[in-house]
C-alpha cells in the first residue's frame, strides 16, 4: 500500500492550493479516503474525509465552506481542494486510508506541506 501526497507549497492568505494523493497497492474505489493535518505543536486532525464512490464528504467545521474533497476513482487518486486559505491552514497534510486485509490497518502518506504566509 502507498499513499503519495503532492501539491504543497507556499501561498498567500485568500489564496488556493489543490493537494493530490495518489494511491496503490489496494482496491482504491472500495474505500472511504481522509485528508488529516497537524500544525505545529499541535496534534493531528480530520480534516474531511470522502466515501468510496465519491458521492458524499463531510467536512471539519474549520474547514467546511472553503475545502472540498474529491476523488477519481480511475486514476486512484483523492484530491484536497483548498480555497480562501488562512494563517491557521499551515501545517503537514496527510492523505490517510484505513483498510482491511486480515484486520484493520491504518495507512499514511508521507505528507506535504502546506504553508498559508504573506
Known amino acids: 500500500v502507498q499513499l503519495v501526497e503532492s501539491g504543497g507549497g507556499l501561498v498567500q492568505p485568500g489564496g488556493s492550493l489543490r493537494l493530490s494523493c495518489a494511491a496503490s497497492?489496494?482496491?482504491?474505489?472500495?474505500?472511504?479516503m481522509s485528508w488529516y493535518r497537524q500544525a505545529p505543536g499541535k496534534e493531528r486532525e480530520l480534516v474531511g474525509r470522502?466515501?468510496?464512490?465519491?458521492?458524499?464528504?463531510n467536512y471539519a467545521d474549520s474547514v467546511t465552506g472553503r475545502f472540498t474533497i474529491s476523488r477519481d476513482n480511475a486514476k486512484n487518486t483523492v484530491y484536497l481542494q483548498m480555497n480562501s486559505l488562512k494563517p491557521e491552514d499551515t501545517a503537514v497534510y496527510y492523505c490517510y486510508a484505513r483498510l482491511f486485509t486480515s484486520q484493520w490497518n491504518d495507512y499514511w502518506g508521507q505528507g506535504t506541506q502546506v504553508t498559508v504566509s504573506s
Open positions: 470522502i466515501s468510496s464512490a465519491g458521492g458524499s464528504a
Open positions: 497497492g489496494f482496491p482504491f474505489s472500495s474505500y472511504p
